[in-house]
């Protein structure tokens, strides 16, 4: 069945520090990737998307995302944590264009000051 | 730009009684999704229009669910009866594309 996963419900990092949310799906096929944001209470904003162009993906935010087939991961990169940045994250697949995404549970980024 | 708009944001009902949600998508966007969310199942797409048609509604848990578009600028998502399992948030999110770019704030649904 696809999936995607989502390592670590909960991520914490200090102001400043490296930011990785780790996310894997699971395909026989080329797969569509998606990372979104989610505020408290809000909905859900799109960060990036990879959809078979450049393997590394810029988002809004300074957030990035790194395609890598052989290991069947799309993990989300942040160079330098803001306080800002503290919210939850999702992973997302679809595999075909037009097809429903398929959502990673969530990863909640706490940033410490 | 406003954003997508949901009404109610919040809404107790009872089990049995109909409820209705609404959506206003971004002027111009021509894809909109109804998306719940709950702690046990996560995001599950329940419904995809584009260009008012519905493309997608296997996500649809069952008849007492339904959607329309009836034009560019509104969705409603209704429910009836009610049941305290349909108790989430329920998003509607639009885009230019066949994926949810924006999403609303979600109407938080208690059914008792």
């Known amino acids: 069945a696809q999936s995607v996963t989502q390592l670590g419900s909960h991520v914490s990092v200090s102001e400043g520090a490296l930011v990785l949310l780790r996310c894997n799906y699971s395909?026989?096929?080329?797969?569509?990737l998606f990372w979104y944001v989610q505020y408290p209470n809000q909905g859900l904003q799109l960060l990036l998307k990879?959809?078979?162009?450049?393997?590394l993906v810029k988002g809004i935010n300074g957030f990035e995302a790194e395609f890598k087939k052989s290991e069947t991961s799309f993990h989300l990169t942040k160079p330098s944590a803001h306080m800002s940045d503290a919210a939850e994250y999702f992973c997302?697949?679809?595999?075909?264009?037009?097809?429903?995404?398929?959502f990673g549970q969530g990863t909640e980024l706490s940033v410490k000051p | 730009d406003a954003g997508v708009i949901q009404s109610p944001r919040h809404e107790v009902t009872e089990m049995g009684q109909e409820v209705t949600l609404r959506c206003k998508p971004i002027?111009?966007?021509?894809?909109l999704f109804w998306y719940r969310q709950t702690m046990m199942r996560g995001l599950e797409l329940l419904i995809y229009?584009?260009?008012?048609?519905?493309?997608?509604d296997s996500g649809m848990p069952e008849d007492r669910f339904s959607a329309k578009m009836p034009n560019a600028s509104f969705s409603t998502l209704k429910i009836q009866p009610s049941e305290p399992r349909d108790s989430a948030v329920y998003f509607c999110?639009?885009?230019?594309?066949?994926?949810?770019?924006?999403f609303g704030p979600g109407t938080r649904l208690t059914v008792t």
């Open positions: 395909s026989s096929v080329p797969p569509y």
């Open positions: 990879y959809t078979s162009a450049a393997t």
């Open positions: 229009f584009n260009n008012n048609v519905p493309i997608d």
């Open positions: 002027s111009g966007h021509n894809s």
């Open positions: 997302a697949v679809s595999y075909n264009q037009g097809g429903k995404l398929i």
């Open positions: 999110a639009s885009s230019f594309r066949d994926y949810p770019g924006y």
